[in-house]
């Protein structure tokens, strides 16, 4: 073990302990401590005199020309935000349309049958909701139709033209087998445009089907909306045709456009947008190309385009339009910042690039090691080394200790915990009511256990056993609380909203449902005892927060649903045991787990301690990859 020098802070000796690396005792002389004022005040002094003027207009330059990339980075980032936000709208309606087709065309489905077929396309708008109709129609008349209307899905009974044309499609598109993506049309009822991808269906010994999913693009023009507000550009998108399939100005638009077979979609010209104009324009226009997109320029505005393909036979067209005056604008604030600071970049420039370069290395040293420290790697978090400049070292000292005491502390407190705190903040710790879900465990039999094996066997046990629950835990977001024994309590849905913190309860019970049943299929093989495990799981109302004193608190829930959990636990000695493991869950907590989870109903209980019966579920035995 390394010795310290007298000046190494306090904790050093804990740090050696944990393997940090610790400056070893000199007889030297101790070297003078500089001053980073001194060194800088002298050394910008005698560098301003070897100074040249180039570096001026080197530094201008290239200022320039990073600012030049830097705009049309910002022009490549745009296109691409708005063609990955298109396609993250349109591309699921496509797989929910392949995905339809193979249900209804798989067999398991009777297309004869339009209650189960209506079914089939509830579920799927269900799971999509930005999806706005699903239709199924086949050659022998049968039409089915489901809409979205104010986030559920209904069936409708009446009919319109759209549905007849979806008739049609079933005889089009008979012999296709890849989706269709139809012209996009507008919808006057919902004042906006509509596009849809239809999908044959076909399935032995039936008439010709499709079916045909839609999905309206208000939700892109509101999209525009706020994109323009934050890159100062008014963004669009375009059918080959030369119609607007979305515009911040929609809305506006959309009160006094009215379809026709010519103009199924609002013009160019129905929108006050400069960039519409320079588009339709030919005189005064400069057009060329710039990287990935094209783009057309006159005095006072510039419009950049790119195409869009995968939705339809000819591509669709996304833009953005911005006003010379504001792409100038960075250029003017060089100019004056040339202007203004030609003495200072001179000093500044060169003392930064001779003197920086020195003190850059030690403060890089420490930049990188809080940089480690914010995701509280410490096992990657190293030492820093001594400096020459006072307080350099002093804090070289200082960052030391504190990552001893780190190492220390973190044994202590859940590292996944710590983290979220520090993401959410401060204000999260204050006690408040949550909804939660809270989950305890307990090995069946322990004391007898314990009993057959040494100390050192027995904590070894508990670590190895303790690290499989909380890595199933942590996996699905959970927060591991305390361990208890020779059990854990655990929670979700706090520091951090979770809308499916029961699922993901569930989902970690299921996958330490499966580590029980390997690491007891492990113990078999090696012809050691295998172990039972106990789950209790609840959800409700809890109190959440830093609950203890002013010399040591807790962040911990507390309240009824934490004793009912704990409860049911109890609850499962009175249950059969099967694969080493028994989970009883309230029928709450299954209710909001979702239909992926089945339960075995073990009836109403009267648990210890709590006024009233509850319903206790036994989780069935699921792989993790089903409810994953």
């Given at each position: 073990m390394a010795e310290t020098t007298?000046?190494?802070?306090?904790?050093?000796?804990?740090?050696?302990?944990?393997?940090?690396?610790?400056?070893?005792?000199?007889?030297?002389?101790?070297?003078?401590?500089m001053s980073i004022g001194v060194a800088l005040v002298g050394g910008v002094a005698l560098l301003v005199l070897l100074s040249v003027g180039g570096v001026l207009a080197v530094s201008l330059s290239g200022a320039a020309g990073n600012t030049i990339s830097l705009l049309r980075d910002k022009a490549d980032i745009t296109l691409e935000l708005l063609d990955s936000r298109l396609r993250s709208q349109l591309d699921p309606v496509e797989s929910s349309a392949l995905q339809l087709a193979e249900w209804l065309g798989d067999g398991t489905v009777d297309l004869a049958d339009d209650?189960?077929?209506?079914?089939?396309?509830?579920?799927?708008?269900?799971?999509?909701?930005?999806?706005?109709?699903?239709?199924?129609a086949s050659t022998d008349g049968t039409l089915i139709r489901v809409v979205n209307q104010a986030g559920a899905a209904r069936?409708?009974?009446?009919?319109?033209?759209?549905?007849?044309?979806?008739?049609?499609?079933?005889?089009?598109?008979?012999?296709?087998?890849?989706?269709?993506?139809?012209?996009?049309?507008?919808?006057?009822?919902?004042?906006?445009?509509?596009?849809?991808?239809?999908?044959?269906?076909?399935?032995?010994?039936?008439?010709?089907?499709?079916?045909?999913?839609?999905?309206?693009?208000?939700?892109?023009?509101?999209?525009?909306?706020?994109?323009?507000?934050?890159?100062?550009?008014?963004?669009?998108?375009?059918t080959d045709a030369g119609h607007v399939l979305a515009h911040q100005d929609l809305v506006q638009v959309a009160r006094e456009f009215r379809a026709s077979e010519r103009r199924p979609l609002?013009?160019?010209?129905?929108?006050?947008?400069?960039?519409?104009?320079?588009?339709?324009?030919?005189?005064?226009?400069?057009?060329?190309?710039?990287?990935?997109?094209?783009?057309?320029?006159?005095?006072?505005?510039?419009?950049?385009?790119?195409?869009?393909?995968?939705?339809?036979?000819?591509?669709?067209?996304?833009g953005l339009t911005f006003r010379i005056e504001d792409i100038n604008e960075?250029?003017?604030?060089?100019?004056?910042?040339?202007?203004?600071?030609?003495?200072?970049?001179?000093?500044?420039?060169?003392?930064?690039?001779?003197?920086?370069?020195?003190?850059?290395?030690?403060?890089?040293?420490?930049?990188?090691?809080?940089?480690?420290?914010?995701?509280?790697?410490?096992?990657?978090?190293?030492?820093?080394?001594?400096?020459?400049?006072r307080e350099l070292s002093t804090a070289a000292h200082a960052f030391n200790a504190m990552i001893a005491a780190l190492r220390v502390f973190e044994t202590y407190v859940p590292k996944s915990l710590v983290l979220r705190l520090m993401q959410v903040g401060e204000a999260a710790t204050a006690s408040q009511e949550r909804q939660v879900t809270v989950m305890f465990t307990d090995i069946v039999g322990f004391s007898a256990l314990a009993e057959q094996m040494s100390a050192i066997d027995t904590a070894a046990f508990l670590n190895r056993h303790f690290e499989m629950l909380s890595n199933r835990i942590e996996a699905e977001g959970g927060t591991v609380d305390k361990y208890l024994g020779d059990g854990v309590m655990a929670f979700w849905g706090a520091p951090d909203d979770m809308d499916d913190h029961a699922a993901r309860?569930?989902?970690?019970?299921?996958?330490?449902q499966d580590g029980m049943a390997r690491e007891n299929a492990a113990a078999i093989a090696r012809g050691d005892p295998t172990v039972a495990?106990?789950?209790?799981?609840?959800?409700?109302?809890?109190?959440?927060?830093?609950?203890?004193?002013?010399?040591?608190?807790?962040?911990?829930?507390?309240?009824?649903?934490?004793?009912?959990?704990?409860?049911?636990?109890?609850l499962g000695r009175d249950v059969e045991m099967h694969g080493g493991c028994v989970v009883l869950c309230s029928a709450e907590t299954l209710k909001q787990g979702g239909e992926k989870f089945q339960g075995?109903?073990?009836?109403?209980?009267?648990?210890?301690?709590?006024?009233?019966?509850?319903?206790?579920?036994r989780l069935l035995q699921t792989e993790p990859d089903a409810v994953g």
């Open positions: 007298k000046n190494w802070p306090v904790g050093a000796d804990a740090a050696a302990a944990r393997g940090v690396e610790v400056p070893k005792k000199t007889t030297r002389r101790p070297r003078m401590k209650g189960q077929v209506a079914t089939i396309l509830t579920g799927a708008l269900s799971a999509l909701p930005q999806a706005t109709g699903a239709t199924f069936v409708v009974e009446e009919t319109n033209l759209a549905d007849e044309q979806v008739v049609r499609l079933a005889y089009d598109l008979a012999t296709e087998t890849k989706p269709h993506w139809l012209p996009p049309r507008w919808v006057r009822p919902l004042a906006q445009p509509v596009i849809g991808v239809a999908m044959p269906v076909v399935k032995s010994g039936a008439d010709p089907g499709v079916v045909v999913v839609t999905i309206a693009l208000g939700a892109i023009a509101e999209y525009l909306e706020t994109l323009a507000s934050v890159s100062k550009a008014s963004a669009f998108v375009l609002p013009p160019l010209t129905a929108f006050d947008d400069p960039g519409f104009a320079l588009l339709a324009a030919n005189d005064d226009v400069d057009e060329f190309s710039a990287g990935s997109f094209q783009a057309r320029e006159n005095a006072d505005f510039l419009v950049l385009t790119r195409a869009l393909p995968g939705y339809g036979p000819r591509p669709f067209k996304i960075p250029f003017k604030r060089l100019v004056k910042m040339a202007i203004v600071g030609f003495v200072i970049l001179i000093v500044a420039v060169i003392a930064g690039l001779k003197l920086g370069n020195r003190l850059t290395w030690q403060i890089r040293n420490l930049t990188d090691a809080a940089e480690r420290l914010r995701s509280l790697d410490l096992n990657e978090a190293q030492g820093v080394p001594d400096s020459r400049f309860a569930l989902r970690a019970a299921a996958a330490i495990v106990r789950i209790g799981i609840h959800s409700g109302t809890v109190l959440v927060g830093n609950i203890g004193s002013q010399s040591r608190t807790n962040y911990t829930v507390v309240g009824d649903t934490v004793n009912a959990a704990s409860r049911l636990e109890e075995e109903s073990i009836g109403m209980r009267q648990l210890k301690g709590r006024l009233g019966a509850l319903g206790v579920f």
